[in-house]
């Protein structure tokens, strides 16, 4: 069984950056692709950043030249590394993996909060 625990969520300033993390545990999983969603209140959760299944990412238009995905694969993590947060950034940020069988596997989720 594969858990995610997010961290590194918080409060911050429009303008300012936050680097989310997601630990990764479980052995011996292979994952079609895995990435970062958002909700914001009121609304349906919805892709911010992924790697897919040929190596490649993805950025939602919104978070473009923004927001860099990364991970290290010999530590069991991903991250997501976000500049010039905007208001609209709010939302609890969740760490997805998705396997081949089609099933996701989703984190607790981490509050980010971009306010003055």
């Known amino acids: 069984q594969v858990q995610l625990v997010e961290s590194g969520g918080g409060l911050v300033q429009p303008g300012g950056s936050l680097r989310l993390s997601c630990a990764i545990s479980?052995?011996?999983?292979?994952?079609?692709?895995m990435g970062w969603y958002r909700q914001a209140v009121g609304k349906q959760r919805e892709l911010v950043a992924i790697?897919?299944?040929?190596?490649?990412?993805n950025y939602a238009d919104s978070v473009k030249a923004r927001f860099i995905i990364s991970r290290d694969n010999a530590k069991n993590m991903m991250y997501l590394q976000m500049n010039s947060l905007k208001s609209e950034d709010t939302a609890v940020y969740y760490c997805?993996?998705?396997?081949?069988?089609?099933?996701?596997?989703w984190g607790q989720g981490t509050q980010v909060t971009v306010s003055s």
């Open positions: 479980g052995r011996g999983f292979t994952f079609s692709r």
């Open positions: 997805n993996v998705h396997f081949f069988s089609g099933i996701d596997s």
């Open positions: 790697f897919t299944n040929g190596g490649g990412t």
